[in-house]
């Protein structure tokens, strides 16, 4: 370094030496950058005609696809929590109610969180957990031997670089939703599984809610014929929860997640509506998400909360009120996500189902309609007269539900009412995971789950920004997409 400053001084003109000094600065702040991770839209991508194309990176010699990767099962499951705020220390409390688990870290930014962790041990009588604080605790976390899952509670930024540092040494992951921030840390993510074959399964609880199971298992039986169109949300206004977001430090004005949505465009939260349905539709296992175009209204109501909770003017306010996103698929179905945290409005995640068949409906009104004349067989006197017209009686549901109840929630359902969590479903999540794992099974959400519903985000992103063109959405099993034929819960 000395000598390039030595020889700068004795041979070059004082402009050139400027512009020289000038690059030099630009190069060490991008080097710096890098080194601190920023999250940002930068995946390559080109036109195809009128089509964006992002790049598939080339999988690497000798490295395999991970469907159905399942590893020796495990006795106990050695947990380590990062990430304590609303929705960690929950966890932490939930994992008291479930067999065949230790404790054997907590990590957060703030240490006062952590030691609130250790006290929900200590309340359980279990052994105290090894604790970990500050930006980098998390880093120090992965070196400690006895950790088989790191599971990621952190804010989104975090996700990533936890779920990353833990995969680089040798821990499965679960992550939190969304999971994955960008393409860039979709396609890492599923690499890093790729080649050291650990899990990384995203958290997404709404897969497991009660009316949703019930419905994947009468899709399963064909009870709606095919499915060819379904649709899943994100509609909940967040005014509540802004200012309960994790703040860094008392600068911090906004929180983690409204400054996420003054910064980034596009569906940021899209794996609630699009898990459960993705489900119903078999993406990667059979079918799969071939291109989508998304278009958002303008940012109507951000900048006023920045302002209300900044008291400073914002100029840009990127995400967009209500974000909607249509993706068909490569067997000619589709799929519609929307996000909006922004208006007032009743909670609703959507969840509607057309099948060739019959119908079915969660938010804002429960229900189905079956066509019983050409659904026939199990169906057939039972439900005489169901057209497909209406919705059926509520006891007629009733009957329905009870003959094709999900057998998931016929093991789990009554204990997850007692544990709760979003009416239980969290606990369910969690149940079956840690099942999974002791009985060396396949989890039921892999890595390619994770980057096609949180991949969203940054290819709605490229549609928003170049007039709603279309945008293919990425393989990313890499031509393994037909390998399985339905999607099922391991047994
Ligand atoms: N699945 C669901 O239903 C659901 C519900 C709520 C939240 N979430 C997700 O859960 C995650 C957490 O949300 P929340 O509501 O608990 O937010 P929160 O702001 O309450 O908690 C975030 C936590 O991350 C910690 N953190 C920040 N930097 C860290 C670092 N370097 N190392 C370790 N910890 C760090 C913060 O100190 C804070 O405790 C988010 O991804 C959110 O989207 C999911």
Redesign the pocket.
């Known amino acids: 370094m000395k000598n390039i400053f030595v020889s700068l001084q004795k041979n070059i003109p004082m402009r050139k030496k400027a512009i020289l000094l000038l690059l030099f600065a630009v190069f060490a702040v991008e080097a710096m950058a890098q080194a601190q991770y920023y999250q940002r839209y930068d995946w390559p991508w080109k036109w195809k005609g009128k089509t964006i194309v992002t790049d598939t990176p080339k999988r690497a010699k000798g490295q395999q696809h991970a469907l159905q990767l399942h590893v020796a099962p495990m006795d106990t499951v050695r947990i380590a929590f990062?990430?304590?705020?609303?929705?960690?220390a929950d966890a932490v409390g939930r994992y008291m109610h479930i067999e065949g688990i230790r404790v054997v870290a907590l990590?957060?930014?703030?240490e006062a969180?952590v030691e609130a962790c250790q006290q929900i041990l200590k309340n359980n009588n279990r052994p105290p957990a090894q604790c970990y604080s500050g930006?980098d605790?998390?880093r120090q976390m992965c070196e400690q031997e006895d950790i088989d899952l790191v599971y990621v509670?952190?804010?989104?930024h975090?996700?990533f670089l936890v779920a990353q540092c833990a995969l680089l040494h040798g821990k499965h992951v679960a992550i939190?939703?969304p999971s994955a921030m960008t393409l860039h840390e979709c396609w890492t993510l599923v690499d890093l599984v790729e080649k050291n074959r650990l899990h990384c399964m995203i958290?997404e609880?709404c897969c497991y809610d009660q009316f949703e199971l019930n419905t994947l298992n009468m899709a399963q039986h064909g009870l709606f014929g095919e499915v060819i169109r379904v649709q899943g949300a994100y509609i909940h206004t967040l005014d509540e929860y802004w200012m309960?977001?994790?703040k860094n430090g008392a600068d911090d004005k906004l929180g983690?997640r409204l400054r996420y949505n003054k910064d980034f465009r596009g569906d940021l939260y899209p794996t609630h509506g699009l898990g459960p349905v993705a489900q119903l539709m078999d993406i990667h296992r059979g079918d799969r998400m071939q291109t989508l175009v998304a278009m958002d209204t303008r940012s109507f109501r951000g900048k006023d909360l920045v302002k209300q909770y900044s008291g400073e003017e914002c100029p840009a306010f990127s995400n967009g009120d209500h974000t909607t996103t249509l993706i068909r698929t490569a067997k000619g179905k589709v799929i519609e996500i929307q996000h909006n945290v922004m208006t007032p409005q009743p909670y609703n995640r959507l969840y509607q189902l057309t099948g060739t068949k019959g119908f079915a409906n969660k938010y804002p009104v429960e229900g189905y309609a079956i066509d019983t004349k050409s659904v026939g067989g199990a169906l057939t006197g039972k439900y005489d007269n169901l057209s497909g017209h209406s919705f059926m009686t509520a006891e007629q549901r009733k009957t329905l539900e009870q003959e094709y109840e999900s057998p998931i929630l016929k093991e789990y359902y009554e204990k997850a009412k007692q544990v709760g969590g979003?009416g239980g479903m969290d606990y369910i999540m969690d149940a079956r995971m840690i099942y999974c794992l002791r009985n060396g099974l396949a989890l039921d959400m892999d890595v390619y789950d994770l980057a096609e519903w949180c991949c969203l985000a940054e290819l709605g992103y490229l549609s928003l920004e170049h007039g709603f063109a279309p945008v293919e959405v990425p393989d990313f099993t890499r031509g393994h997409w037909q390998d399985i034929q339905g999607y099922r819960h391991s047994k």
Do not use: F, P
């Open positions: 990062v990430g304590l705020g609303m929705r960690g990590c957060d930014y703030e969180r930006e605790g998390y509670a952190t804010d989104w975090h996700h939190e939703v958290l609880n309960a977001y994790w983690w979003h």
